[in-house]
């Protein structure tokens, strides 16, 4: 069964830093796709990074880029998001979300594997 675990998350000043934890059991994700993804209240849950570890591309949204950073530490099986220079409007749960390679890598649709989701809240 394979399970995915967030952590990390919590409150921060704008301008302020996390680092997001996503741990892996039941399957390693070593060649395959993992993705942030981030709803906030009332809001779909939007496409934040990914990266497909099969070729090593790496995907972030216009809002993150430059500011938030994907990687993974293979022995630990654990993909981390870290979050830099955050902004009131970065507030939301963020959820890690894996697949296999393909097509559609900003959809949420397209990920059959999702963690519980932790929550991010960036105070002005």
């Known amino acids: 069964q394979v399970q995915l675990v967030e952590s990390g998350g919590g409150l921060v000043q704008a301008g302020g830093s996390l680092r997001l934890s996503c741990a892996a059991s039941?399957?390693?994700?070593?060649?395959?796709?993992m993705g942030w993804f981030r709803q906030a209240p009332g809001e779909e849950r939007v496409f934040v990074s990914a990266?497909?570890?099969?070729?090593?591309?790496?995907y972030y949204a216009d809002s993150v880029k430059g500011r938030f950073t994907i990687s993974r530490d293979n022995a630990k099986n654990t993909v981390y998001l870290q979050m830099n220079s955050l902004k009131p409007e970065d507030t939301a749960v963020y959820y890690c979300?894996?697949?296999?390679?393909?097509?559609?890598?900003?959809?949420?649709?397209?990920?059959?594997?999702w963690g519980q989701g932790t929550q991010v809240t960036v105070s002005s």
């Open positions: 039941g399957r390693t994700f070593s060649r395959d796709v």
């Open positions: 979300a894996g697949r296999s390679p393909g097509a559609g890598i900003t959809s949420a649709r397209r990920y059959p594997f």
């Open positions: 990266r497909d570890w099969s070729d090593g591309s790496t």
